[in-house]
């Protein structure tokens, strides 16, 4: 072996090692895919070839050489299958691979190698002639071809230029993010077609040399680098595809001519049918008597709306969106729909608003009733009251103590029950927004006075002190409600007397903070801080038995919660059980003048 056969022989063993690195590699990675397995087989038959035309080269006889030849043939004509399959796979048409498509692949690669194996038969279908060429720097085998060789490439060729423009074809649609690796594949994929050209142009040193498996070699780690380096690339197409397999929406994608090209499996559910009856056919054929429902939608590309669609079980309401398709080259090429079924959030919906319309129904009717039965209950209570008051006048002719004292308690218990329903009436009327506020200039002095008057005697009848006290900083005339304001006030000191034992109760009427204040504290028997919220609401009473030793409805406080918003203020309460009470109503202090929070500390 000369110098320059070494470093031929170097050369080509080193490109074997490299290839066999490179098939190991792939073959432990055969986990990603069928193509991993291809990639191997065609690195391993690289390197074979490489090696065995390393042997040929080394060697020096010409029997030697050519059975070297004749072997590198299992490595030739292994690669070009190998490199097909491995693009079918890679680029997922591995469904075209069907057993039988593989056999017929491999027959004229068969036909090759058991034509080489017998050339000396003489049947000169791969060489015609072979001699040595010693010419040269070093010495090679110097052959003419027949016609099966020719054959054999024209197949070769077929297939590899096949894969590359498949392969080319995949890597050009990987996104932008993607372009090192897609340089590097479609390069990859290019090599082996561009070094046989620059091979078969002769500009190369040493012209009988083949440096096919040189460039294959590096075909397959450019490749190899793509693909395994990037690998998780890989996932990104199947993370998306069991995306659309597993979510609950329906997809359908449709040509322009509305066929389905996709449908994923949810969308299949609602059809009722497998993939395989769908895909390629138009989707007006599986509506039947609802194909109308993509009339109105059969041009609009891009669109978001609900639908309403006859299941075979029940009436069903879809979220319905059209999203347009563009190509690489953005023409129109398609449409999406997806749907999401929304049954069940529109029932909810229609629940609760048939929900809210019966309780505004049933609210009105309650309001209403009271508004007429409080109204109706009225008119004979007066009758009873006129006509009890007039025995008690004697117009009737006159009483004897024996008969006094039942009409008094007419008189007291019909009392009773008119105040009852006017606070009835007052509530049913503020709860129908039809009880107003008549605003005008009022004497809070004179609010004061007459509740004082009016409730006194409940007071001194149950021993209480009741003391009434509008303060120097409260202006003379503000501006009010007297009427309103009187009932709050008799609410509250009723209340103070009703739920007190004795002690003090006061009415009192102050400004503070530019805002009119009314105060009732007494010292009863006070409210648990738990109830202190509810007591403000209608027929809520601290003690509600039937058996309770004071009576009411429980609606004052209602009452005077909902005059007090009516007139724009607020109310609280303060209060300790068995230590006494106190209500504060906080007004706007509007003042004769129109003047709001004035400061009136000294108008009196
Ligand atoms: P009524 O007095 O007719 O029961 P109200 O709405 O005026 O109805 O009051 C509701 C409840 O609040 C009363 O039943 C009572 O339990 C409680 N309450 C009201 N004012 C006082 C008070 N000053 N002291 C203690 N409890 C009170």
């Known amino acids: 072996m000369n110098s320059a056969q070494t470093i031929v022989v170097a050369g080509l063993w080193g490109t074997a090692i490299l290839a066999l690195a490179i098939g190991v590699y792939s073959w432990r990675r055969r986990s990603m895919g069928e193509w991993a397995i291809s990639f191997a087989v065609l690195a391993f038959a690289i390197a074979f070839w490489s090696f065995a035309y390393g042997m040929e080269v080394a060697v020096e006889t010409q029997a030697a050489k050519l059975f070297w030849a004749k072997i590198e043939y299992v490595g030739i004509v292994t690669v070009p299958v190998a490199w097909f399959v491995f693009a079918l796979q890679y680029t997922n048409r591995a469904g075209w691979l069907t057993r039988r498509w593989l056999l017929a692949l491999c027959i004229s690669p068969a036909l090759t190698l058991l034509l080489v194996f017998t050339n000396e038969w003489q049947h000169d279908l791969i060489w015609t002639e072979i001699g040595m060429d010693s010419s040269g720097l070093i010495p090679v085998l110097a052959t003419t071809h027949g016609v099966w060789f020719w054959i054999h490439s024209a197949y070769s060729y077929i297939l590899i230029i096949a894969g590359a423009i498949l392969l080319i074809q995949a890597f050009a649609r990987y996104p932008r993010a993607y372009r090192r690796q897609n340089a590097s594949l479609v390069a990859g994929a290019l090599l082996p077609l561009v070094a046989n050209v620059i091979f078969l142009s002769g500009v190369l040193p040493l012209p009988h040399l083949d440096y096919t498996t040189f460039s294959f070699a590096i075909c397959c780690l450019l490749i190899a680098n793509a693909i395994f380096r990037y690998r998780l690339f890989e996932l990104v197409p199947v993370a998306r595809r069991t995306a659309v397999d597993n979510m609950r929406d329906g997809l359908i994608v449709l040509d322009l001519q509305n066929r389905i090209l996709d449908i994923n499996p949810a969308a299949l559910n609602l059809f009722q049918r497998p993939a395989i009856e769908m895909v390629g056919y138009p989707l007006y054929q599986f509506l039947q008597d609802q194909a109308y429902i993509l009339d109105g939608f059969r041009d609009i590309t891009d669109m978001e709306t609900e639908i309403d669609v006859n299941t075979p079980d029940r009436l069903r309401t879809f979220a319905l969106q059209i999203s347009p398709l563009h190509d690489g080259r953005d023409h129109l090429s398609g449409r999406m729909i997806t749907f999401h079924d929304i049954t069940a959030r529109k029932e909810a919906e229609q629940a609760l608003a048939r929900a809210r319309d019966e309780a505004l129904a049933a609210s009105r009717f309650k309001s209403e ?146 805002r009119l204040l009314l105060r009732v504290s007494d010292q009863g028997i006070g409210i648990p801080a738990e109830m202190q919220e509810t007591i403000f609401e209608p027929f809520m009473q601290v003690d509600g038995s039937l058996t309770r030793q004071r009576s009411g409805t429980g609606l004052g406080l209602a009452i005077v919660k909902q005059l007090t918003e009516l007139m724009a203020g607020s109310i609280t309460l303060e209060s300790k059980v068995a230590q006494g009470s106190t209500f504060t109503i906080c007004l706007p202090l509007v003042t004769a003048n129109g003047e709001e929070n004035s400061d009136a500390g000294n108008h009196k």
């Open 369 to 514: 009733l009271l508004a007429r039965v409080s109204h109706e209950l009225r008119t004979p209570l007066n009758v009873i009251l006129g006509y009890t008051e007039m025995l008690q006048e004697g117009i009737f002719g006159p009483l004897t103590p024996a008969q006094w004292e039942p009409t008094q308690k007419i008189v007291a218990s019909t009392d009773f029950l008119a105040r009852q329903v006017n606070e009835l009436l007052d509530l049913a009327r503020l709860e129908v927004g039809q009880l107003q506020v008549n605003i005008r200039e009022m004497s809070v002095a004179d609010v004061v006075r007459d509740v004082h008057e009016k409730m006194v005697v409940l007071a001194d009848a149950k021993g209480i002190q009741l003391l009434s006290q509008v303060q120097d900083n409260v202006p003379t005339i503000v501006m009010g409600d007297p009427n309103r304001t009187a009932q709050i006030l008799l609410n509250l000191v009723g209340n103070a007397i009703k739920f007190s034992d004795g002690g003090v109760v006061q009415q009192q009427v102050l400004v503070a903070d530019g």
